[in-house]
């Protein structure tokens, strides 16, 4: 099992910016990490990730926008948002993508997601 700890969220401005946090129980494992969002009344989706080889992904709706990286434990994920506005509020998750053992098995964790509200 693999616990994930999100912190950074709140409302903002529209140009401001934030920082979320995600910190993973464990580190042994972790193939990716990365956030997804959802607003009210849409599904989840990606806002981007980052493999254990430091290789990042991005929604085309947040590219040159926001950054993905990683702490030098490996187990804390960020995500560095700028110009942010009011169609990036909604919740954000944080996602780790956990190897079984040394089998070609995973499995997916969520955080509980953390609150982004950004006003007009």
């Known amino acids: 099992q693999v616990q994930l700890a999100e912190s950074g969220g709140g409302l903002v401005q529209a140009g401001g910016s934030l920082r979320l946090s995600c910190a993973a129980s464990k580190i042994f494992s972790i193939a990716t990490m990365g956030w997804y969002r959802q607003a009210p009344g849409k599904q989840r989706e990606l806002v981007g990730t980052?493999?254990?080889?430091?290789?990042?992904n991005y929604a085309d709706s947040v590219k040159g926008r926001f950054s993905i990286s990683r702490g030098d434990a490996k187990n804390t994920v960020y995500l560095q948002m700028t110009d942010l506005k009011p169609e990036d509020s909604g919740v954000y998750y944080c996602y780790a993508k956990v190897q079984v053992g040394s089998s070609r098995l995973y499995v997916d964790y969520w955080g509980q997601g953390t609150q982004v509200t950004v006003s007009s």
């Open positions: 980052i493999i254990s080889g430091g290789n990042t």
